[in-house]
Structures are given as structure tokens and as C-alpha cells.
């Protein structure tokens, strides 16, 4: 398709250096197990959680199509293997566009996201428009949007995000950096408040409820903190939808991801886990 509606705001790339007061030491709380008093809030709505993965292996077959590795001859074709999105994210987001059709799909981060929901829209007919807001995406997907805005989300007018309606869909994956002016901080707390109640929403990079893993230690994100209070002390605003760290690690799910994975050109992937939460607003 021809590219949409292109908006640039050129930005002072300077990096800064944050200094501390006092050492730090990035390791897992808990060493690894899950926060127990966010545990309930995850455990209560595996009912939902299973019911979205048998609805994966209903539609396995849209899957068989993916490349494993990157279609060289066509660099705007999503594969699984990309580096940044797991393929159970993947296969998730692929699901949930299918499902909703939604009108609008705003991304806040684009790449391989992009490519994916691309394909979905394709393959399905979807009315589903594309909205990626990223000053550098990790790919080149222009063309396959239908609006363009090449800026920061802190630099964004945030009272856009209240066009979105129930059944549209919201995807951050952005610094995963909550500090001042940082692209999370206004996420949850310019963005979040104004969306309207049935707008889906997914974040990347979340592996609630466990810490971070060991080896993103020294990548130092704190996005998934404000996340874990948001849930502990507001969770009635949130439905959760599908965690895809917990849905990956737990057992009680094992036997629903076998039945997707273990089917056909799909097994042999490496890559099967996620870390994409899903949420829809009430």
C-alpha cells in the first residue's frame, strides 16, 4: 500500500549521563518467583487466558506462513526469529486483531509489530488502520502504515489518544525507561487515565508477576514497576487479558501452548515464550 499520513518533529538527540547518588544493584527480587501479592491478581483470570489460546490453536493455520528467518527478497514480511518480539507475542497479536477487527491499531514502538499487523489486516480484510508513532523504528514500515509520525511520544499531543474507541487497540513498546519526561512516565500518566473503557492495551517487555529476568539485569528497566503498583492499587481499571511471561512459565497453561506449538511447521521454533501484557480498560 502507499504510505499514509507521514508527521516529523526533529529532536535533540543528545544523550545524557544520569548521575546517582548511591550504587546500585540490579538483581531479581525474590530470586525469580513471583511477587505473592501480585500473584493473586495474575492467577484469578486463568479462565480467560486459557479460552485466548484455544482460540491460537483454532487459528494455528494463519501461522504456517511465517518465515522462520527474514525474507530477504521482501524485508516487509514479519518472521519469527526477529530479535525483539517472542512468537507467542507474536501469534497473540496476530489473534487479537483478527478477532476484534478493530478500527484503529496505534503503536507506540514499531518494527516487527508492525509487519505482523500488516499481515493480519491482510489476510483477514480487516478495517483495521495503522498508526505508528516512533522517531526511529527498528525497521523500515512506512509503507505499510496508514499514518506516520516520526516523534516521541513526550513530544506527542497525548489528548489523541482519546479518539480511541472500545475494541480499538493500543501497543506500547517503548524505553521501558520510567524516569522525568521519559516516554513511560507519560504513558501512565497522561496516556492511561484519558483512554476510554474497552480500548485494548498491550505493553511490552513485562514479566509480571516475577522481576525482570536475570539476564535484562543490565538493562536497568523500571517500566514494570509502575505497572505492578497500577495493578496492586487500581486494578479494578484493568482487565488483564493475557500475560504472556506468565502464561509462558506457569504449568497450569502447558498443556493449551503444546496444543498450538506442537502442530505442523510451528514446532521447530526456539523462540516460543512472550512478555507482551495484554489488558483491556474498564
Known amino acids: 500500500m502507499p504510505p499514509g499520513k507521514i508527521e516529523t518533529e526533529h529532536q535533540n538527540t543528545d544523550m545524557k549521563a544520569i548521575e546517582l547518588e548511591y550504587d546500585i544493584e540490579p538483581k531479581r527480587r525474590n530470586h525469580g518467583a513471583a511477587n505473592p501479592h501480585l500473584l493473586p491478581i495474575f492467577t484469578r483470570n486463568t479462565d480467560r487466558y486459557l479460552e485466548h489460546l484455544r482460540y491460537l490453536s483454532q487459528i494455528r493455520e494463519d501461522f504456517y506462513g511465517i518465515p522462520v528467518l527474514a525474507d ?23 489473534a487479537f486483531l483478527r478477532r476484534l477487527n478493530p478500527r484503529r ?42 499514518r506516520v509520525v516520526r516523534m516521541r511520544l513526550e513530544d506527542f499531543d497525548s489528548q489523541e489518544f482519546k479518539q480511541l474507541e472500545a475494541g480499538d487497540v493500543l501497543f506500547f513498546d517503548g524505553s521501558h525507561y520510567a524516569h522525568m519526561n521519559s516516554d513511560v512516565v507519560v504513558f501512565f500518566l497522561e496516556v492511561l487515565p484519558i483512554l476510554r473503557p474497552g480500548v485494548l ?29 497500577a495493578l496492586l492499587y487500581g486494578a479494578e481499571r484493568f482487565h ?10 506457569s504449568s497450569v497453561f502447558a498443556r493449551a501452548l503444546g496444543e498450538f506449538w506442537d502442530d505442523g511447521p510451528l514446532q ?15
Open 240 to 249: 488483564i487479558e493475557l500475560p504472556n511471561a506468565f502464561v509462558s512459565s
Open 72 to 94: 530477504q527478497s521482501d524485508p516487509l514480511l514479519p518472521n519469527w526469529e526477529n530479535g525483539f518480539l517472542p512468537a507467542l507475542d507474536i501469534a497473540a497479536l496476530h
Open 201 to 229: 492495551v498491550q505493553i511490552h517487555d513485562i514479566c509480571l508477576p516475577c522481576d525482570y529476568y536475570d539476564d535484562w539485569a543490565d538493562r536497568c528497566y523500571s517500566e514494570q514497576y509502575l505497572l505492578a503498583c
Open 105 to 146: 491499531y496505534f503503536e507506540i514502538g514499531s518494527g516487527n509489530s508492525t509487519k505482523i499487523a500488516r499481515r493480519a489486516i491482510r489476510m483477514h480484510g480487516l478495517q483495521t488502520a495503522i498508526t505508528s508513532l516512533d522517531p526511529h523504528p527498528r525497521a523500515e514500515i512506512d509503507q505499510i502504515c496508514d
Open 268 to 282: 521447530g521454533l526456539s523462540q516460543k515464550h512472550g512478555c507482551s501484557f495484554w489488558f483491556r480498560m474498564a
